[in-house]
Nanobody, 112 residues
């Protein structure tokens, strides 16, 4: 069955950097767009980044544009989210999505 497992969440200071990773299995990974979403307490889940099947095109929410970078490795069935210049408002549970399935999420907390 489809499995998405996120990792890399942590507590980081404002201005810091963090890289999240998502390991995918159970589906033909290279045939699917992949996404990163996030959900902060009391807020709706929002899509922050998208990467196309070949990894050659990416899309970002305005709130993270210029700071976050999504990438994928189709040989290893992984998708990553590099996050730079983190802000307090980036604090959320981050989820990987693909093949209409979700991972369990990984917590990112940005605080001094």
């Amino acid at each position: 069955q489809v499995q998405l497992v996120e990792s890399g969440g942590a507590l980081v200071q404002p201005g810091g950097s963090l890289t999240l990773s998502c390991a995918a299995s159970g589906f033909p990974f290279s045939r699917y767009l992949m996404y990163w979403y996030r959900q902060a307490p009391g807020k709706e889940r929002e899509r922050v980044a998208t990467v196309t099947r070949a990894g050659d095109t990416t899309y970002y929410a305005d709130s993270v544009k210029g700071r976050f970078t999504i990438s994928r490795d189709n040989a290893r069935n992984t998708v990553a989210l590099q996050m730079n210049n983190l802000k307090v408002e980036d604090s959320a549970v981050y989820f990987c999505k693909g093949a209409d399935s979700w991972g369990q999420g990984t917590q990112v907390t940005v605080s001094s």
